[in-house]
C-alpha cells in the first residue's frame, strides 16, 4: 500500500478495523509500506512513539500511528524536510492546534458574557 494512495483514511472501512487496537511495528509498515528501519529511526528521534517496546525490535503502536506516519511522509516529501525537520514542524502544527482550541474555548467564554 502506498501513503499517499489515500487508502487509509479515516472513511477506509480497513481503517475501523483496527479502531480500539494496538498494531505491531510489522502491521504498521505493511499498513503503511513504510520500512521497518525507517519506524525505527522515527521512534529513535521521538517523532513516532510506540505504547510499548516488546523488545529491540518489535513494538505496538496505536491505530492512530497509520495517519501520523502518513502525515511524516507527507511533510518529508512535500515540503523537503529532514526527518528532524519533521519533528519540529509536527511540535509546532500540535502547538498551533492547543492554541486554536483554547482560543475557540475563551471565545465562546466571553460570549457567554
Known amino acids: 500500500m502506498n501513503l499517499d ?50 523488545s529491540d525490535t518489535e513494538m505496538l503502536f496505536r491505530y492512530n500511528a497509520i495517519l501520523l506516519l502518513k502525515k511524516i511522509i507527507r511533510l518529508k516529501t512535500q515540503l523537503g524536510l529532514n526527518y528532524n525537520g519533521v519533528g519540529l514542524a509536527m511540535e509546532l502544527l500540535d502547538r498551533i492546534n492547543r492554541l486554536e482550541t483554547e482560543l475557540k474555548q475563551l471565545r465562546s467564554l466571553f460570549d457567554l458574557i
Do not use: C, Q, W, Y
Not at 498494531?23 to 510506540?50: F, Q, W, Y
Open 5 to 54: 494512495s489515500g487508502i487509509l483514511s479515516m472513511d477506509d472501512p480497513r481503517f475501523s478495523l483496527i479502531r480500539g487496537h494496538l498494531i505491531s511495528l510489522n502491521e504498521l509498515a505493511g499498513l503503511t509500506g513504510v520500512n521497518r528501519d525507517l519506524i525505527h529511526h522515527l521512534v529513535k528521534l521521538g517523532i513516532l512513539s510506540p505504547v510499548a517496546e516488546i
